[in-house]
């Protein structure tokens, strides 16, 4: 139904998932075509920037870099891109119960247990419930200091009180300016209380951490309407449901983007995982047709995962293509690049493609190895286990050469793997890696002919 427009004050209409705005009331948004998602709010709600004052002569601009914090845990400092910076207002996404909170108080453990003082803002639960958690867990919190305030003003008037080293606000959502009118949670709320963080964190040089909600399909989003206003944005990747948690740097004004956090949820909390390759590949089943392991980058560091294709006669009339972890666009054109170039017919066959582990795969290297998982499935026949498979393929079915092959290699070797199937494009190799045997192709074709003579 039509919401009635209040006479008091003057309102606009925003919508709860991209903050376009509207004088009046519309039920589809025109900026990003979401039905019903237009709310009546108070205007007036510019967001409070950082005054920047006059301009300052390049050379006199002192680095900053010195004054990184690091926290201690491993896979937190690595996805910051080496510690906290002071006074960086950090976005923490993720669907409820993926370990937001648990996280962000290992962190303010790790930080005050080196003698920094935490001030945890608690809008989610009572203080009571989260030294529950954090007995459980084993958080001493020697200089850490919770607050249940949701109001924000009087938040900030306790961290100029304490004066911490970090502030944790523990959600977004929940907490809310006295300067607008509409709900806690609002789009106006959250953008305005994100715009006066950033001013406090920057003004008073402490460094912020913003837990938002997303879910899954981030429509309901509010926190990606914060993205260009925060230095940093970690995203939780995956599902809930999976034990290894993962955290991706979606932007970093203080690091490279893309890196990855991985994580365990044990019952003592989340723990670092030193080695990525080794849990991504554990569950592994061995010869099995359509299972190829490859080498993707993820940030900074080789990753090597299990991506899995299973081809089936298609029951109905019309084939299904399912993707999990690769974009359904990316196996299409490669489906149709095969019925093209290389004679394989599967237009006719379902198609699922299931990346093992929960991580979500964007670079152009996994093509030959989704390929090969396809090809392998569909004829049933099993590439061996001990092979690492990269390449980005192209239209006419030639191989391409990617970035950072030797980085990939190496990581292939140090897992045990004996053999690596690459672009001949990124043939020589940088540095000798002794034990593993490279084959390099520069079409499809070819690497197929070269799995058939091994037959
Ligand atoms: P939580 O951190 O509260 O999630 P969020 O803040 O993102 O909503 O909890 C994450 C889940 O992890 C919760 O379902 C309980 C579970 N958990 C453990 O398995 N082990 C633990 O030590 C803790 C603290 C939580
Ligand atoms: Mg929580």
């Not at 790790?110 to 009571?128: D, I, P």
């Not at 109001?151 to 300016?177: G, H, N, Y």
């Not at 192209?394 to 191989?399: I, M, N, Q, Y």
């Amino acid at each position: 139904m039509r919401p009635m427009p209040s006479s008091r004050s003057k309102t606009v209409y925003v919508c709860q998932s991209c903050g376009t705005n509207s004088p009046k009331w519309v039920g589809r948004c025109t900026g990003c075509g979401g039905w019903n998602t237009m709310v009546e709010e108070e205007e007036g709600s510019s967001i409070s920037l950082p005054v920047a004052g006059p301009a300052v002569p390049y050379e006199e601009i002192q680095q900053q870099d010195g004054i990184r914090l690091r926290t201690g845990n491993a896979e937190f400092d690595r996805v910051l891109g080496g510690g906290i910076v002071a006074g960086s207002l950090v976005l923490l996404g993720g669907e409820p119960g993926i370990g937001k909170s648990t996280l962000l108080l290992q962190i303010a453990e790790a930080l005050s247990s080196s003698a920094h003082k935490v001030l945890y803002v608690a809008g989610e639960e009572s203080v009571q419930q989260i030294r529950l958690r954090g007995e459980r867990i084993g958080i001493k919190g020697a200089h850490l200091f919770l607050s249940a305030e949701t109001c924000l003003e009087r938040a900030f008037e306790e961290a100029s009180r304490i004066k911490p080293d970090a502030l944790i606000v523990d959600s977004i959502q929940t907490v809310f300016t006295e300067k607008l009118g509409s709900v806690p949670g609002s789009i106006s709320q959250i953008r305005e209380c994100t715009g006066q963080l950033l001013t406090f964190s920057k003004r008073e040089q402490i460094s912020t951490f913003l837990i938002g909600h997303i879910t899954k399909d981030g429509s309901l989003a509010g926190p990606k309407v914060l993205e260009h206003l925060v230095d940093t944005v970690l995203y939780f990747e995956g599902d809930r449901h999976q034990n290894q948690k993962i955290i991706r740097a979606v932007k970093n004004r203080f690091g490279p983007a893309n890196e990855l956090g991985i994580f365990q949820m044990t019952g003592k909390g989340l723990t670092c995982v030193e080695n990525a390759s080794r849990l991504f590949l554990s569950e592994r089943p061995a010869q099995v047709p359509g299972s190829v392991v490859l080498c993707t980058i993820e940030g900074t560091r080789p990753v090597l995962v299990e991506i899995q294709a299973l081809v089936s006669d298609s029951t109905y009339g019309t084939a299904r293509r399912t993707a999990n972890g690769v974009d359904p666009n990316r196996v299409a054109l490669l489906l149709a690049m095969l019925d093209k170039r290389v004679g394989l017919h599967l237009l006719g066959s379902d198609v699922y493609v299931n990346v093992a582990g929960g991580l979500e795969l964007t670079e152009p290297a996994i093509d030959l190895a989704l390929v090969m998982a396809i090809i392998s499935s569909f004829r049933n026949r099993p590439v061996s286990p001990a092979t690492v498979v990269f390449g980005e393929v192209g239209l006419a079915g030639e191989v391409r050469a990617v970035s950072m092959a030797d980085c990939r290699v190496r990581e292939a070797a140090l897992l045990g793997f004996e053999r690596v199937v690459l672009p001949k494009g990124n043939l020589p190799l940088s540095d000798h890696v002794s034990g593993l045997k490279i084959t390099g192709c520069t079409s499809v074709q070819e690497c197929l002919d070269w799995l058939d003579s091994r037959r």
